[in-house]
């Protein structure tokens, strides 16, 4: 028997306990999310964050910059968000106009705001162990992982993907709930041989339809972080009609991991809040 995480429901739960929170609080949080250019996606993305920060009570401090502004200014508008009191997460949209360089924006993000947790402190502090805010997506992981009663402590856990948005910070995350963590990527030897090997398998090659059946141990927990705009609609890594009967709990794309990221991005402003 294969069940499918219901994502939405357990993302419905953290947000309502958020807003619930929220609620009792004397001064209501404040998110910027940052837009810079015109890209589609992102702008359904920041639309879909924006909302949510309504919904959970918290203050919308968006800003938008268009796609023809310089590094500096970008920086400017970064280095005002992180002095503002008022302002407890900064979010900035990615990805950028390529003649910016991402990496030296988001680290001008201090720690304590960094409500994506993609900063090299913010990744300093998970790698040691340390207390910090942590990447919304595997932290999203985690929360399905829990919400289904799937143990973490002992299993062996196989992250496909090393990317420093999810794959590594995955790794780090599931270590520190005691599992062991192998990391596999395009250049790994015969992967379906480690794969097999997974009581729990987190799939974000970003690789469309890479893992099938002859992946995956009978009774895993299979992950699908993946997701891709196809003629036939969205999907995900992962080849999820043929674990029936195989995988223990699997999640379906869309509907799965997505949901989890804007939850647990508004669970970290509320962390960041009451810092």
Request: with cysteine; aromatic share 2%.
């Amino acid at each position: 028997m294969t069940t499918f995480i219901d994502g939405k429901a357990v993302a419905l739960r953290v947000r309502a306990q958020v807003a619930a929170e929220v609620a009792t609080l004397s001064r209501k949080p404040g998110l910027a999310t940052i837009l810079v250019g015109d890209d589609p996606a992102s702008a359904v993305y920041v639309a879909g964050k924006r909302k949510a920060v309504r919904e959970a009570g918290m203050r919308d401090l968006h800003r938008y910059l268009p796609a023809t502004v310089s590094q500096g200014q970008v920086a400017a508008v970064l280095d005002e968000l992180a002095a503002d009191p008022g302002c407890d997460g900064i979010l900035l949209q990615l990805p950028l106009p390529a003649h910016l360089d991402p990496g030296a924006l988001i680290d001008r993000i201090p720690a304590g705001k960094d409500v994506d947790g993609l900063t090299t402190h913010s990744a300093g502090l998970l790698a040691r162990g340390e207390n910090g805010l942590r990447p919304c997506t595997p932290s999203g992981v985690i929360e399905l992982l829990a919400s289904e009663g799937v143990k973490m402590r002992g299993a062996h856990a196989v992250v496909v993907g090393r990317s420093s948005l999810v794959g590594h910070p995955m790794a780090e995350m599931l270590l520190h709930h005691d599992a062991t963590v192998s990391v596999a990527h395009k250049h790994t030897t015969d992967l379906a041989a480690l794969t097999r090997t997974a009581d729990i398998l987190v799939v974000a090659a970003g690789v469309p339809h890479l893992i099938g059946a002859e992946h995956v141990k009978p009774g895993a927990a299979v992950i699908d972080v993946g997701i891709h705009r196809t003629p036939h609609g969205l999907t995900g890594d992962v080849r999820t009609t043929e674990l029936r009967g195989i995988a223990a709990q699997v999640t379906p794309v869309p509907g799965g991991v997505g949901p989890m990221t804007i939850a647990m991005l508004m669970a970290n402003t509320l962390r960041a809040a009451r810092r």
